[in-house]
């Protein structure tokens, strides 16, 4: 007879654990999802139910009304929310929890600056997105220009993936994406990125955390945390880092994000699209 581990038959027997997931995360690979849930599921003894939305806000608004435990957003809608959810763990990219905003042309295109695309069509990936809207808006205020006025059109894609299929395919002339979703993309979806090009690469900033809201049970907190940090030390946990292209998840202070702090206090909040 086989012998079911004691931490499935727990997390069978409790409510499952809702993980929200956003833009940062690159949506296709839905046989991942099943992989990494199955994985912590073992690990921490609880149903993992990963749950995707278009948007930070409608991320946000689910943790807000306690429909969510956990959610990996961006580091922008943290620090907007930092009153109220709780910073779990960050992931480690290339070795640091940091990452940056690139701007995006396509390759053909001969602007070497955000500067020189006054009167382009650009992508933005979210109205509460760091790389994709806060940085570049940001840049633009520090030329002395007023963002709204500097491009001919911009819009939202809502995704760092398609808005780099936007530029490679031309419906833009240019955009704001991840860095880390730009290297993933290079690496699994090459065709789409070798017909782009960076022109510019912002500072660096806190890497897009998971976070935690407040009803989540300090012991369901802490046992995510630790798991998700040993995933290091696990082959099974090594393969699913490796397929994010991520070196681990790390504990850190919420001091990681004061850059976006003074990105969002410097720059006029504009009406965000739905």
């Not at 930070?56 to 608004?61: G, L, Q, V």
């Not at 500097?150 to 704001?176: I, K, N």
Request: proline share 7%; charged share 20%.
């Amino acid at each position: 007879m086989a012998v079911v581990p004691k931490a499935l038959l727990a997390a069978a027997a409790t409510p499952a654990v809702r993980f929200g997931l956003t833009a940062v995360v690159v949506r296709e690979n839905l046989h991942f999802y099943d992989r990494w849930s199955a994985y912590l599921e073992s690990r921490i003894g609880h149903k993992v139910a990963f749950v995707q939305r278009r948007s930070y806000r409608e991320i946000m608004d689910m943790l807000e009304a306690d429909e969510l435990d956990f959610a990996w957003i961006c580091g922008f809608p943290y620090v907007q929310a930092s009153a109220t959810i709780g910073l779990l763990v960050v992931p480690l990219y290339g070795g640091v929890p940091l990452y940056q905003s690139y701007i995006i042309t396509h390759r053909d295109n001969p602007a070497v600056a955000l500067s020189q695309l006054e009167g382009s069509v650009f992508a933005y990936s979210d109205p509460n997105s760091n790389s994709g809207f806060l940085v570049p808006r940001a840049q633009l205020a520090a030329l002395g220009w007023a963002p709204d006025r500097f491009f001919r059109l911009s819009f939202f894609t809502y995704s760092h993936a398609e808005t780099v299929q936007a530029v490679s395919e031309r419906v833009a002339d240019a955009g704001a994406v991840d860095s880390y979703v730009w290297d993933y993309l290079r690496r699994f979806q090459p065709e789409q990125v070798e017909r782009t090009k960076i022109i510019q690469r912002s500072d660096l900033y806190g890497f897009p955390p998971i976070v935690y809201r407040p009803r989540t049970p300090p012991t369901l907190r802490e046992t995510m945390a630790r798991e998700l940090v040993a995933m290091t030390g696990t082959a099974e946990g090594r393969a699913l880092l490796d397929d994010l292209m991520l070196d681990g998840f790390s504990r850190q202070t919420p001091g990681l994000f004061d850059g976006i702090r003074r990105l969002a206090d410097r720059v006029p909040r504009t009406p965000a699209a739905p």
